[in-house]
């Protein structure tokens, strides 16, 4: 079993910046794929950017040369750097672990319980 637990969300101005971090349960196997994904109110969840276990990366075209995913293995640990916020970037940020298939895709078997991120104009 994987838990994982993000958090760094937070309220911004349009044009800043957060960071956010997800930490993954002790003693699980560290070398997932994993992703971020958001959910806005009334909206689906949609995957923002993933992680393969080579460090290969992938992004939403919404947030490409803005977002930055990366993972730090020795401590459990995935991030999220978001720059040049937007108010339409403003949702509910979920991280994930172990896809059915690799990618953007919400099939994955572990995740968290969100982080909300709001951006004001």
């Known amino acids: 079993q994987v838990s994982l637990a993000e958090s760094g969300g937070g309220s911004v101005e349009a044009g800043g910046s957060l960071r956010l971090t997800c930490t993954r349960s002790p003693y699980s196997y560290n070398n997932y794929p994993m992703a971020w994904f958001r959910q806005a109110p009334g909206k689906e969840r949609e995957g923002v950017a993933a992680?393969?276990?080579?460090?290969?990366?992938d992004y939403a075209d919404s947030v490409k040369g803005r977002f930055t995913i990366s993972k730090d293995n020795a401590k459990n640990t995935l991030y999220l750097q978001m720059n040049s916020l937007k108010p339409e970037d403003t949702a509910m940020y979920y991280c994930?672990?172990?896809?059915?298939?690799?990618?953007?895709?919400?099939?994955?078997?572990?995740w968290g319980q969100g982080t909300q991120v709001t951006v004001s104009s």
């Open positions: 994930a672990a172990d896809p059915v298939d690799y990618g953007l895709a919400p099939g994955y078997n572990y």
């Open positions: 992680i393969a276990s080579d460090g290969s990366t």
